[in-house]
């Protein structure tokens, strides 16, 4: 049982105690900054807190769009794109939304399917998959400029498109009948690359080292459940970090510090418990929950929550 290209899982019994793949590390266990807001799932709708201060509240003052998935943090922490759906209810109903980190409205970008973005540094950008269609575009944050980057046409499918920090790659995943690959191309779609070809798993949700030298993602082999793990952004030197639970949803913590991420305990039933934000070194050592919230899906900025004040 893996977690899905979609992050449907479900909620149920507590974790367990993690089970750490690397030697113990002699560099000090990273610890949640403060100062920083998470955006993450809660139920079918996103909300924001602060872990140091367990304020809380939900994204968005209305109740439309909904669901909502996959929140993405602008680079200056001042809005949130997310997947939300328009017609509740109907398959493939959903669009790209940009809202304040205010949540007072939210705009939908996007007239088709679109998950997991990703913003450019500038914030001026926003890369996004189409979700099973197999293609990649990137939009400005008011709906303009539209522009295909790769056309899988649901036979090589891509996923997961991460801007790099210093905002010349995007790094992608394609889905081929042997596997799982790790690409790169330019933000114009050109110079497309192979990184790092993956035929005993599926790898998903890449994200960027702050520096730039390392892609964290999720590898989920076909007899086992996923783990975090990273890779060179030259494509050398794979390591998995985290064995025995599953674990997905890597975000790296300030300065690289560390990793963030998401684990909790298979059920008797196949699914998965309730997962909570542990913490680890780079090098996998030091795992250890986060007081945040108890979620299947996060994101995480530099800032404060304050209180909304809609006018």
């Not at 140091?52 to 939900?58: A, D, P, W």
């Not at 997310?82 to 493939?92: K, L």
């Not at 959903?94 to 970008?109: E, N, T």
Request: charged share 20%.
């Amino acid at each position: 049982m893996s977690v899905s290209r979609r992050g449907r899982v479900a909620l149920g019994v507590p974790l367990v105690a993690l089970c750490i793949s690397a030697a113990p590390s002699s560099a000090a266990t990273p610890t949640w900054p403060r100062g920083e807001v998470i955006a993450y799932k809660c139920a079918d709708s996103l909300c924001l807190t602060e872990p140091s201060t367990r304020v809380r509240r939900r994204l968005l003052a209305s109740t439309r769009p909904w669901p909502q998935w996959d929140p993405a943090f602008s680079p200056n922490g001042h809005q949130i794109a997310f997947r939300g759906y328009y017609q509740p209810g109907s398959d493939g109903a959903y669009a790209l939304y940009v809202a304040p980190i205010s949540g007072c409205a939210a705009k939908r970008v996007t007239r088709g399917v679109a998950g997991d973005p990703s913003w450019s540094p500038d914030g001026g950008w926003i890369a996004y998959d189409t979700s099973g269609y197999g293609d990649i575009y990137k939009v400005r944050p008011n709906g303009t400029g539209l522009t295909e980057l790769f056309a899988g046409r649901g036979v090589n499918e891509g996923w997961y498109p991460a801007w790099s920090p210093d905002g010349h790659w995007i790094a992608f995943v394609i889905d081929r009948r042997h596997g799982s690959e790790i690409w790169l191309m330019r933000p114009d779609g050109s110079d497309k690359h192979l990184l790092h070809t993956d035929t005993t798993a599926v790898d998903q949700s890449l994200a960027w080292s702050h520096d730039g030298r390392l892609l964290a993602f999720v590898r989920s082999p076909a007899t086992d459940d996923g783990a975090i793990a990273v890779i060179r952004t030259d494509g050398t030197n794979v390591r998995t970090l985290t064995r025995a639970i599953p674990a997905w949803n890597p975000v790296w913590l300030p300065d690289d510090a560390g990793i963030a991420y998401l684990t909790a305990t298979p059920l008797a039933n196949g699914n998965l418990g309730i997962a909570r934000v542990h913490e680890m070194r780079t090098d996998g050592t030091g795992g250890h929950i986060v007081a945040g919230p108890r979620t299947i899906q996060f994101a995480s900025t530099s800032g404060r929550l304050t209180v909304r004040a809609c006018r």
